[in-house]
């Protein structure tokens, strides 16, 4: 539902620019309440490098309006080096983002039109900086929103998982960031400065990949960021929300662990979109439900947010597989605390019959998985706007390694992370593990609830990863991602093991047999709860007046309040022999136009990902011309060792 009248008028101030200290400015784009001067309101911050111009524009026009017509002046703050903020930014989540941050916060606050209380909020990078700064503790920061985030940046975000390099989702984002940094900012804010401002994130931005592939363990590049290394830091309220078809929905379950303060958690069916508008459905009242949480902390006003159950979740009913789904089936669920007190993992054991809750005798199974086993893997993280998700499992299914149920007499209900527990050797010194649960059918069709993958070299350790010994026994475990899911009588539950998942991850250096020797799968079974009938109803989906582009030919964008014309293209190609893991290789090629009447810029990056037994070979190009003048040119050519992964 669009919404035209708030409580308060709302006025927009397209363009402003925040002073730092060491007299960089950042770009700020603000919405607020017309009388916030003579009646002062809390600040709400989303600070991102996407470009509040001609970036997010679409999804901050639903969104911060809202805010800003009910009480709230809702600020979109450009990160230094991207959009129209000064600076060259050098890095996801670096301490000089996190720096600024602080310093944004106290600018808004210390401003007349606010009260002098800052909430901060977003979705993936700013679910993620919004954690980090409130682990910095900045004064006038109250509360927190944070939506398809982490809080572990090695061991749960979009480079690394269980150890295993992931491909394609590591590659594409690389491939997207990369060109996105080299977008120019916009003359008609900036004036004549542009060129400079331009010529210089061209000639400074880094090869972010490069980075990410010299840091293969979970070391101190990758633990600064991460809220888990130190929970009791973060002492403002958290609400952490997700949704289970998005990537990122496995630190909320952490979060309402491990921190102190007061939290709560929200897992819809959702991709990795604002649940006002995510698909899969069924959307939600999320900016009424934030309002709630900001009302409470920020204004003090007791809505009722906080005498409601720690956790909300989604309960998704047994269906059918597709790569694309506009709604899942099910119904909300909650936790009155995390995790829930009482409940008690059901264990199956591997045995040669399939899975039983009895142990039995099992023959040593070998698993040597063709290198392209992973088809209907989906996305890493979907986004819900294409045919992104998990598909029928079948056809991996077939080429792995399964253990299956009996039919199940009685309908079970999971809710939290899956635990697989295995007794291995293998013949490799580097080797991964991949475990799929899935739901079968009766008609056999096999519908993937979680999975989890493990870089066997980090059995013991992310830090300190140590090859195998061929031949050798080992115990290792798998957690599999959190999930929310029902399964009906006369259905089965499948665990699928490989060594192979491509193209979600990179394939080992040599293709190794992991022979299973016993094994158990813990199962987070959740009994019925009669609390569940009794929670209040999600409102429905409420926006602001949507602000689209025209779309005039394919692949152009028109911004017309702008008079802004973009042309984008980009290609991506993935290759693997079935019999040979070093055939492996990705490709990545992004162009942009961008003009205006008489001014026109283009910029163009390339990359190629490939590897050999002991190291990455990377490979990237970077080129930008102002109308027919060619500005920058710049050749990467690397080779990056291989750290037993």
Not at 198 to 217: D, G, N, Y
Not at 340 to 366: E, H, M, S, W, Y
Not at 638 to 643: C, H, T, W
Request: aromatic residues 8%; contains cysteine.
């Amino acid at each position: 539902m669009i919404v035209t009248e708030f409580p308060r008028v709302v006025r927009e101030i397209e363009h402003t620019l925040i002073p730092l200290r060491d007299g960089t400015r950042l770009a700020a784009r603000l919405w607020l309440p017309q009388d916030a001067e003579r009646n002062p309101v809390p600040a709400l911050l989303e600070y991102l490098p996407y470009r509040k111009r001609d970036g997010t524009f679409e999804r901050d026009a639903l969104t911060h309006p809202y805010l800003a017509g009910h009480g709230y002046a809702a600020g979109r703050v450009d990160i230094r080096g991207s959009g129209e903020s000064e600076g060259v930014l050098v890095d996801e989540y670096s301490q000089q983002e996190l720096d600024d941050a602080l310093e944004v916060i106290a600018w808004l606050a210390a401003q007349p039109w606010c009260s002098g209380a800052v909430g901060m909020f977003g979705i993936s990078w700013g679910g993620f900086n919004a954690l980090q700064v409130a682990a910095l503790r900045p004064p006038a920061l109250k509360a927190i929103v944070t939506l398809c985030s982490t809080d572990d940046r090695y061991a749960d975000d979009v480079h690394y998982m269980g150890g295993a390099k992931l491909a394609s989702a590591d590659l594409g984002w690389a491939g997207f960031f990369f060109h996105d940094m080299c977008q120019p900012p916009d003359p008609a804010l900036v004036g004549e400065r542009w060129r400079d401002m331009w010529r210089e994130r061209l000639h400074k931005v880094p090869l972010f990949l490069e980075r990410w592939l010299r840091h293969q363990t979970r070391d101190a590049y990758w633990k600064h960021g991460s809220v888990c290394e130190d929970w009791q830091a973060i002492q403002c309220p958290v609400y952490a929300v997700g949704g289970w078809t998005d990537g990122y929905s496995n630190a909320i379950p952490r979060l309402l662990e491990h921190l102190k303060v007061p939290r709560k958690g929200l897992i819809g069916p959702w991709a990795h979109a604002y649940p006002h508008f995510a698909k899969p459905g069924p959307q939600i009242g999320f900016l009424q439900e934030m309002l709630r949480w900001w009302d409470h902390w920020l204004k003090g006003i007791d809505t009722g947010v906080m005498a409601e159950p720690m956790l909300r979740a989604w309960l998704t009913e047994s269906h059918m597989p597709e790569t694309h789904h506009e709604t899942l089936p099910g119904r909300w669920v909650a936790e009155p605390a995390w995790p829930p007190p009482g409940n008690t993992p059901q264990r199956l054991f591997l045995t040669d019959d399939g899975l039983a809750r009895a142990a039995a005798a099992i023959v040593p199974r070998k698993i040597c998985s063709p290198q392209t086993l992973g088809s209907e893997a989906g996305e890493w993280c979907p986004f819900g706007r294409g045919n992104d998700q998990a598909g029928d499992q079948r056809p991996d299914d077939q080429r792995s390694l399964v253990f299956d149920t009996p039919p199940l007499g009685e309908t079970i209900e999971l809710l939290g992370a899956p635990v697989v527990t295995l007794d291995i050797a293998c013949d490799r010194p580097v080797a991964n593990l991949v475990a799929r649960l899935c739901d079968v059918h009766p008609g056999g069709e096999s519908l993937r609830l979680s999975f989890g993958v493990l870089n066997l070299t980090h059995r013991d350790s992310h830090e300190a990863p140590s090859p195998l010994e061929p031949g050798r026994h080992y115990r290792v475990h798998i957690r599999l991602n959190d999930c929310g899911a029902s399964l009906p009588a006369g259905h089965r539950v499948r665990l699928a093991l490989s060594t192979t998942y491509w193209p979600m991850i990179w394939p080992a250096p040599e293709a190794a047999t992991v022979t299973i020797v016993a094994g158990t799968l813990d199962l987070p079974v959740r009994p019925a709860h009669r609390e569940d009938a009794m929670l209040p109803a999600l409102p429905p989906p409420h926006t602001a007046t949507p602000d689209p582009p025209t779309r005039p030919r394919p692949g152009v964008m028109r911004l017309d309040r702008l008079g802004l014309e973009i042309e984008s293209e980009g290609k991506y190609a993935l290759d693997l022999r079935d019999d040979d893991p070093l055939t492996a290789s990705a490709a990545m090629q992004f162009a942009a136009t961008k003009r205006r009447g008489d001014w026109q810029v283009r910029f163009e990056t390339s990359m190629r990902l490939s590897c050999t037994k002991d190291a990455f070979e990377l490979r990237a190009t970077l080129g930008a011309q102002e109308g027919e003048a060619e500005i920058c040119r710049r050749h990467w050519t690397l080779r990056i060792p291989r750290n037993l992964v």
